[in-house]
């Protein structure tokens, strides 16, 4: 019986390998049908990282879309998580990723970044400033405006009880993967607020997905940019400003003391040490390449809609070519 | 029957009521439980009064060492010999063989695929076997998720090839020697109890991202069984077989190969079948380390809060799960019994007849479409989703059920979930501790009882105390709530088997969807909290629990039952005193799977609010604290341990058990699916057709 299905198995792999000369490569690069003023990428594939987010998908297809169309070259995206995108790209399997948020990964920077031998390089800012805060919906506002800020927030948290939470206000944390210093600020503040554990960028969006339908409250830690804030109309609640004194704070395990709002988070590309001699022109593309919010926001909401990533990209591509013609690198370069 | 095997362990006068029909009623024990409640709420209120917790200066930094581990790595993975000349050939391999797997089974096209896993599962194990194996092809292909339905296909098949490969001839050693087997065993405990993330991502330093660390993980999480199912079916060989063989003058090497190997065959292919499902468990996870497939389709629509997104792969997944846990068990429950030849029109056709001929359709399939059709991928037009009908589901019940969750979010944190984590966090660590090692003692003897206290105290040990109280308070919980609704599910299926046969596809559908799946609709229903993370983990227990409470039920001789009637029992004292303690074994059994079923999710349940160990160790590895992230899976590894092996000396079912299951403390699939295989031969005239 093994003997049966051995052969059969090795039968079909003899035929599959025999006869293989249709459309195997299908999806190699497309025409490179743009002016020869435009460098043009190697034979090898760029590899770009593709992380959880919509934003982030919209980024690497846009940028996919682009290099192919106009550049001559073959693009790979690759799904993967944020953190081991920094060892892939030190050892050379990925060549780029597009949205590093410098709060979540301060020791990835210090590690393959700022070390020398890491093996990654600072790909300059891809132009959209990432901000963490902490957010309702507007619709609360509307009842209690003083919520605006921190100090309205301040003896009225028991608007936000839930009974996980009893007498206490809560305050829903979310994916530990983004940096947070909630339960900090609420100590330093002296808020009656018990932070409860989200533990995924799901669990937020279906929190808020919830309040919304219930005209609920909810107080949660959120970030721009991010599609659910076109769609859901979120409003910051205004923390004291970032000072030193916070980001001497941030830095010790409790980040004890820090008392004020989080710090902007300039997003940046970061590149495999190898990028710039494997394809010198992919290289200074992906090193021009920047965006702004709304422009990211665009393409991830179409693709949240129910577009497929290339056509959200294509759309994008279509309506703003003055944007991305920037980004080419001449051919002489 | 297995399971009404006579009991080893006195429990309670277990012996008495299992031995025969006539079932005497022991002495009342209710004023000595009575007695034994009021005394351990005096000791806990006791407890109430002292130090809460675990002392701090006890603690080890055993995080330390990992983080220093971990930075060697980070440093040295560019240029260290261990890097460029082991593990990048090794993690090169890996990858050849994975693409090499997409790229065969893509050029197979869709209908070269479609007949040749039919004819392969035909040939193997029937032709009910092959219509269900090219469904499920054509499955993939209509929900239009070809492509990645063929990558995860392909990383199965690889991962399980590597298992086997590794894991039968650990077996056989383990098999053959008990101290190996003793060394094997707590490491193997280890490999399923450990949650996948906490090695997931250690795995990409080691073999970078894609297929190889996927595979890797994979293969670590599926070796268990292949080695466990091999080394039983080894020592199940009778020593009269043996001592005959020995008698002829057969050498070591001819006896293993003649006779233990061929004599092991069904409990290995047991194993086998488990390795592949053990696999496929690991798909969605795999893809957070960029391995793709039905896993990230899957993954995407959590992150956009898309449940019918996330349903297409996962419906995906749950077709390709079953159909391979069919044929391969069909064809391991063929591979005892002679099989008939397969006729046509009056003539026998061979073997190897058989094989020519599946070789030549699925040759003729594939250069049908590749020459005439000129496809391979499945066509898009013939593609549909279930989307937009689940949407509309999840939006209905959030509109018109959200009243009810609230109620049950309220009571279950106030009355139920608060007051015990409160209890288990407010006493010492050493009366937790005590009590369970005290619970061990008076199950089964001291050494139980110190395995338990010494469970516990290593929690302290390594500064997991307060959290690890707060998951274990949530893990009870859940158990209670599966097991409260598991036993009247499965009791009610052994009395109907019309309703059983209803459960079936559901039960078989609740246990192979990856958990992501139905984690959005709870969320939407429930919002992140401690009972969104309940639920979900009473969602995935409870088909175990059915399963096993229907199994016992059933199990019960219908002589038993008819004497039970001639005497004139109603229903419900039949099933009082005579089902219940005669199917006790696999209801206790059942308590044990749900333990663990509960304790597999607790990651996951940190994902939807659950907070407690499974957020510390989301969050620990996704911030690069790779020691802390251990040290969290290592705490459900012990919490696993002492409730498993205090259910187990509950009763003693893993031991009364025979055939493909027996003494070696299976993990937690292997058990359950060697239950319900059995469930499904016994011929009680209630298994499947």
Known sequence: ?333 | MAVQAPSRVPVAGADQRLSGAVVHTPPNPWRRRIAWAAGTAVVLLIGLQLTAGYPERWVLDVQGRFVAIEDWIIQNQRSHWLFTSILTPITDGLRAALDGVVDILSRMTWLGLTIGAAALSGIVAGWRMAVLAGAAVLTMGVLGVWDEGIETLALVLVSVVIALLLGVPLGVWAGRRPRAERVLRPILDGMQTIPAFSYLLPCVLFFGIGGPPALIATVIFALPPAVRLTALGIRGVPSGTMEVSDAYGATKRQTMRKVQLPLAKPSMMLGVNQTIMMALGMVVIASVVGAGGLGQAVYDGLSRLNVGQALNGGIAIVVMAVALDRVTTAWSQRSRKRTRPLRVAGREIGRRAQILLAVAVTIAAVVICRQVLVQQAFPEDWTTSVAAPANAIVRWSQANLTGIAKAINKALLIWVLNPLRDLLQGVPWWMVAGGAGLLGWRLKGLRLGFAAFACFAAIGVMGTWDISMDTLSQVIVAVVLSLLLAIPIGVLAAWSPGFERGLKPLLDAMQTMPAFVYLVPVLLLFAPGRTAAVIASVVYALPVGIRLTTHGINGVPKETIEAGEAYGSTRGQLLRKVQFPLARPSILLAVNQTIMMVLSVVIIAGLIGGGALGFVIYDALTNSEIGTGLVGGLSILFIAIALDRLTQAMGSAPRAMRGPVGEMGMGMWTKMRAMVVQTGKDGNGKGDG
């Not at chain 1, 970030?223 to 609640?237: D, G, Q």
């Not at chain 1, 989080?262 to 992906?286: H, I, M, N, Q, R």
Request: charged letters at 20%; proline letters at 5%.
């Open chain 1, 1 to 333: 019986m093994w003997a049966g299905g051995t052969a059969t198995a090795v039968a079909l792999v003899l035929v599959m390998t025999a006869c293989s000369d249709v459309s195997s490569s299908t999806s190699a690069a497309a025409t490179s049908g743009a002016g020869t003023d435009v460098a043009q990428c190697g034979s090898e594939p760029i590899r770009l990282a593709v992380n959880k987010w919509v934003g982030a998908e919209a980024n690497a297809s846009v940028a996919a879309q682009v290099m192919r169309e106009q550049m001559g070259c073959t693009v790979e995206l690759t799904k993967i998580d944020e953190f081991p995108q920094f060892s892939a790209m030190a050892k050379g399997e990925l060549d780029a990723t597009l949205e590093v948020w410098p709060s979540v990964h301060a020791k990835d920077r210090k590690d393959y970044i700022d070390d020398p031998s890491g093996g990654v390089v600072d790909g300059g800012k891809l132009g959209i400033l990432g901000n963490i805060g902490w957010f309702v919906p507007s619709y609360v506002l509307d009842d209690h405006p003083e919520f605006a800020s921190w100090e309205g927030l301040k003896g009225e948290e028991s608007y936000f009880a839930t009974p996980e939470t009893g007498d206490q206000g809560q305050f829903l944390g979310s994916d530990p993967a983004f940096g947070y210093f909630d339960q900090a600020i609420i100590d330093s503040l002296g808020l009656n607020l018990k932070w409860v554990a989200g533990g995924s960028e799901a669990g937020s969006l279906a929190a808020l997905d919830k309040a919304y339908t219930a005209n609920e409250p909810l107080l949660m830690y959120f970030w721009s940019p991010h599609w659910a804030l076109v769609k859901y109309n979120l409003v910051e609640v205004k923390l004291p400003p970032f000072t030193d004194k916070c980001a001497a704070a941030a830095l010790t395990p409790d980040a004890a003391g820090y008392d004020c709002d989080y710090a902007d988070d300039v997003l940046y590309k970061a590149f495999s040490a190898d990028l710039e001699t494997k394809d010198p022109a992919a290289f200074a593309f992906l090193s021009n390449l920047q965006w702004t919010a709304d422009d990211q926001n665009s393409v991830a909401v179409a693709i949240h809609d129910g577009s497929s990533d290339d056509e959200a990209a294509q759309q994008w591509i279509d309506a703003n070519q003055d944007a991305w013609s920037a980004w080419l690198p001449p051919a002489t370069a």
